[in-house]
Every structure is written in C-alpha cells, then in structure tokens.
C-alpha cells in the first residue's frame, strides 16, 4: 500500500466512524428522510457542514482553550436542542414538514451538528488526531465517506418507509425517543 491509499483508508475508517452510530444525527435524519428522500440528503448535508466546521475550529484552537468548559456547555445546549426536536417529532403530523425548504432543512441539521456533544466531542478525540496526521488525502476519504453515508442511510429510511408507510410513523416516535433520551444523558452528564 502507499501513503496516499493508507491515508484515504484512514480517511474512510474516521468518517464512518463519525457518521454511522446511532445518535441524535442519524436520528434526526431518519425522521426527515423517511418523509423525504431529498430532505434526508439535504439534512445530511448540514450534518457534514457542521463536521467542516467543527473540524475548522478544532484544527484552529487545538489546544488552547479549555475544552472542559467547551464540553459541558456543549451538554447543556444540547440537551436542550434534542428535547426541543423529540418534542416536535411527537406533535407532528404524518403531512407535516413535507415541504420544508432546503434552506431551513440544512440550516436545521447545522444546529443540531454543532449542539451535539457526541459530534463535538468525536472533532475533539478523533478530530484532534485527524488534524495532526492531516492531508488532502485524509480529508477526502473522511468526507467521502460521510458523502456515502449521507445519501446511502436516507435513500435506505424513505425506500423503506415507502414500501411500508406504516413503518413512517414508527421511524418518527423511534426518534423522537432517542433524542429526548439524548437530552437526559446530555443533562446527566452535565451535572455529573
């Protein structure tokens, strides 16, 4: 293998592990794209914007700030983002939110990104490291693979749902649970 290939591989492993596990993103885009094929790309794409960010400023500040600081108010924002999103997915109707413009879609997705401490905290570990080992190469295999995984989970939620409508219904209380039980922990974990 050469030096560009290991660090595309690299690159590939750092951004599935950024973007697969459950959480209140991939929540989130579940409950969009199971309405929207195109609204769960969309959400997606605020998802990876934020990552760009929040790589950014990592790569920016390293290590000088205090990042126990950054990190429980972090939690609290968050938590208070996740239950304001789990309490909307359980008030909504199976017609609403079909129409959302992009614009408010994306923008949407940026704000749960840059409120989620488990995305956060990834730029913070993971994220750090990314910074030191760097390069173009890295970077492409990184976001290649949110690429992937933005437009692959999606397309899987609304054929799914598509198929089976009734299945829409479930994906909405699924995670709308999954984000009110991300703002507890975020509150446990800022008062711990």
């Known amino acids: 293998m050469t030096t560009a290939l290991e660090g595309l591989l690299v690159g590939v492993v750092l951004g ?9 993103m991939n929540a989130w885009i ?24 929040l790589g950014a400023v990592v790569y920016i500040l390293d290590r000088t700030v205090d990042l126990h600081a950054v990190v429980r108010a972090v939690y609290l924002l968050g938590a208070g983002v996740m239950a304001y999103l789990g309490a909307r997915l ?4 199976p017609q609403d ?5 992009d ?11 840059l409120s989620n401490p488990f995305q956060v905290l990834w730029w ?3 994220g750090i490291a990314f910074a030191y080992l760097g390069g173009l190469v890295l970077l492409l295999g990184l976001f290649g693979a949110i690429v992937v995984w933005i437009v692959a989970f999606p397309w899987a939620v609304h054929t799914g749902t598509r198929r089976h409508p009734s299945v829409e219904r479930w994906v909405r209380f699924a995670s709308a649970a ?8 975020f509150v446990a974990l800022f008062v711990a």
């Open 103 to 113: 614009r408010r879609t994306y923008v949407r997705a940026i704000v749960i990104g």
């Open 90 to 93: 359980l008030r909504r109707t």
């Open 16 to 24: 599935f592990s950024l973007a697969v596990p459950p959480g209140p």
């Open 30 to 53: 579940a409950a969009v794209a199971a309405r929207s094929f195109r609204a769960g790309v969309v959400t997606g794409f605020g998802a990876m914007t934020a990552d760009a960010v």
């Open 97 to 101: 939110g079909t129409d959302l413009p």
């Open 124 to 126: 913070l570990t993971a």
């Open 178 to 185: 999954i984000l009110v039980a991300f703002a507890i922990y």
